[in-house]
């Protein structure tokens, strides 16, 4: 899905969709274990706080970025 969002919707052509894609999802599969080790360290409560402040802020980056870009048009 995210491919065709960022074709279709973004503008992107597919060789650059399919890259962002893929830095994406080897990005969720390589993430889990060094944020699990820092989520030990600082614990229960503050990584939960950091996971839904970063949620937060990329759902709005995403949600600023496609309206500017489809004001430009």
């Known amino acids: 899905m995210i491919t065709l969002y960022l074709s279709r919707i973004l503008g992107f052509d597919d060789i ?3 890259w962002i894609s893929g830095s994406f999802s080897a990005g969720l599969y390589l993430l ?3 944020t ?3 989520a030990d360290k600082i614990g229960f409560r503050n990584s939960l706080l950091l996971a839904f402040g970063l949620l937060t802020i990329g759902y709005a980056g995403l949600a600023i970025y ?3 870009s ?3 048009i």
Do not use: Q, W
Request: charged letters at 5%; proline letters at 7%; glycine letters at 6%.
């Open 70 to 72: 489809l004001m430009v």
């Open 16 to 18: 650059e969709a399919a």
């Open 36 to 38: 699990g080790a820092l």
């Open 66 to 68: 496609t309206a500017i």
């Open 32 to 34: 889990p274990t060094f």
